[in-house]
């Protein structure tokens, strides 16, 4: 995952130079779930905590605790308290020795498979690592950088379908190191869990549970395009084209061929809805049948005024995925958020969505959110659609969140 400040509207390859920034990545609703202070006696297994297969974690002074020089870890036997899509969290120790980890699991479907989150002192850098662990052996999908932080602060992984994010703080944010993965490939079910290396890695106050992000409260608008070939507003009060400049691209309204929106060219093509909306919106767009080509995007649309707003959805750049824009009418319109997704985000008829509640703009690939921001520079307007380059679109819909 990576975030891009400088690409132009019209297109062109997710990049950043080349270092590693994670996107700013959405707080989900964390339901109340199981705990554990660890104010017992050793070890951390028991009737409710399994060992991995490099053995467990003690407990020393009510925290659970590494082995020294060695990897240790634990994860929930209570299956019935956890569903596929889970949470688990501890609060870090002020200081690891260098080389030490200490670590969060979801998914553990038996001692040897999760997904991990670890806290690393890697030679007196502070880092946040997520791992796929596979057989017992580890894989780091990425890294950052998150900073030496204060004993007590969280460190959480959360599971919703196939995003898995983690990051240190109370909620994600640019400071904290934040990451996320898409993966449906790998594992689903099982429970959340702990991970250690080194003596020094001490895990406070654990809490696992339900990971869910709530659904859109409403739904004003829907639209399937199943009419007449033309522009998408012809005869339809509730559409206007919008016409404008974007970074140095022209938009024309959109229209409609086949039954979809049409895309047939290396512009941008832009309607939004006239209905009455709160300022709390999202809009979504599904991607439509046509082969696309000419690194082509297609996203739904909120808090259009007239001359800005956000766009959010599907980027058919060399490696697709999904982007949010901060959208400008005749300047410069500027990629804020991006995910780099795998190869099924870009099949035929998935659906994005783009949503605004308050500061916070998210996407969502396929009904989960996959990432979001804070941005307080766009908050009214008009949900809608637009779309670049050769492409379609299908089965708009809009609301209030």
């Known amino acids: 995952m990576v975030v891009d400040n400088g690409l132009g509207l019209k297109g062109g390859a997710v990049s950043n130079g080349g270092s590693s920034v994670a996107p700013l990545l959405p707080q989900m609703n964390l339901l109340a779930g199981q705990t554990d202070s660890f104010t017992r006696a050793s070890p951390v297994a028991n009737a409710v905590w399994t060992a991995t297969f490099d053995g467990g974690m003690t407990i020393v002074s009510n925290q659970a605790s590494g082995v020294a020089a060695s990897r240790a870890g634990d994860f929930r036997s209570d299956t019935a308290h956890f569903p596929s899509n889970q949470y688990s969290r501890i609060q870090l120790p002020a200081s690891l020795i260098a080389g030490d980890y200490v670590g969060v699991s979801v998914r553990n479907q038996n001692s040897q498979n999760n997904y991990t989150a670890i806290y690393f002192n890697n030679a007196g850098t502070y880092q946040i690592a997520l791992y796929t662990k596979v057989a017992n052996t580890y894989t780091q999908v990425v890294s950052n950088n998150c900073g030496q932080v204060a ?46 290396f080194g003596a020094s890695a001490l895990a406070s106050n654990w809490s ?181 380059g050769i492409a379609s679109g299908n089965n708009f819909a809009a609301g209030n969140t």
Not at 155 to 168: D, F, R, S
Not at 357 to 381: C, H, P, Y
């Open 151 to 196: 004993a007590g602060t969280n460190l959480t992984i959360i599971a919703e379908g196939a995003v898995i994010q983690a990051y240190v703080g109370s909620a994600p944010n640019t400071t904290n190191g934040c990451l996320a993965i898409r993966d449906t490939t790998f594992l689903s079910g099982g429970t959340p869990g702990i991970e250690s």
């Open 208 to 388: 696992g549970g339900q990971a869910a992000t709530g659904p859109f409260t409403s739904t004003i608008a829907t639209d399937s395009f199943t009419r007449a070939n033309g522009l998408v507003s012809a005869g339809q009060p509730n559409w206007t084209d919008l016409t404008a400049t974007f970074s140095g691209v022209a938009c024309s309204g959109a229209s409609i061929a086949s039954n979809e929106v049409s895309l047939p060219a290396a512009q941008h093509y832009a309607d939004y809805r006239n209905e009455v909306y709160s300022n709390d919106q999202w809009a979504q767009f599904g991607r439509g049948a046509v082969a696309a080509s000419g690194q082509p995007f297609i996203m739904g649309m909120i808090r259009w005024n007239g001359t800005q707003g956000y766009i959010g959805g599907w980027f058919g750049a060399s490696t697709p995925g999904i982007q949010i824009y901060q959208l400008l009418a005749n300047n410069n319109s500027v990629v804020i958020a991006s995910a780099v997704t795998n190869a099924a985000a870009s099949n035929l008829n998935s659906t994005y969505a783009i949503a605004a509640k308050g500061s916070r703009i998210s996407a969502f690939l396929n009904g989960s959110e996959v990432l979001a921001l804070t941005d307080t520079t766009r908050t009214v307007g008009q949900p809608g659609l637009m779309g670049f």
